[in-house]
């Protein structure tokens, strides 16, 4: 699904811990690594969407998280050409990003429920310590869901 302006929808999902430090996973088969995201589907809504993709890339219900909150607005970023699967398909991506506190445990985190596994390994780690990590075209879109959803924990200023 794609909407007129080409941009796909999708969700974006940082999930915290206790300690507040973020999930960040290895995408399987290549170098980088991110923050859990995915497409919405045509029947669904942002919420039901973020409970699918949670499913399908990190094993867990939503019985395992809680939500803290949202982002108000969606935040876009363009997929430049050589990263696209199908170039000329699509602009970008327009997410809505949910902050996530884990309130089961770890032992809950499954990367092999999907029949094509999205990661192959995971660790927690600071809060803002993905800005410098993410690729360069997704940076402005992290550093816009993690500045606006900082508030509701107990975080230090953005840098």
């Not at 999902?13 to 170098?31: K, P, S």
């Not at 890339?57 to 430049?80: K, M, N, Q």
């Not at 770890?106 to 660790?123: G, I, N, T, Y």
Request: net charge neutral; aromatic share 14%; charged share 25%.
């Amino acid at each position: 699904m794609i909407d007129k302006d080409g941009y796909r929808p999708n969700v974006g999902i940082i999930l915290c811990n206790a300690q507040d430090r973020v999930f960040w996973a290895h995408r399987r088969g290549q170098d980088g690594w991110q923050f859990p995201q995915g497409g919405i589907q045509s029947h669904e809504g942002p919420e039901q969407a973020l409970y699918r993709e949670l499913h399908e890339e990190v094993g867990l219900e939503s019985v395992h998280v809680a939500i803290i909150g949202r982002t108000r607005e969606w935040l876009y970023y363009d997929i430049p050409g050589r990263y696209q699967r199908r170039p000329g398909k699509f602009k970008g991506q327009k997410q809505i990003w949910y902050l996530l506190r884990l309130g089961a445990g770890e032992e809950h985190v499954r990367l092999d429920l999907s029949p094509r596994p999205e990661f192959d390994a995971w660790r927690w780690v600071d809060y803002w310590w993905p800005l410098d990590q993410i690729v360069e075209f997704k940076r402005q879109v992290y550093r816009q869901a993690l500045t606006e959803l900082a508030p509701l924990l107990a975080q230090p200023a953005a840098r």
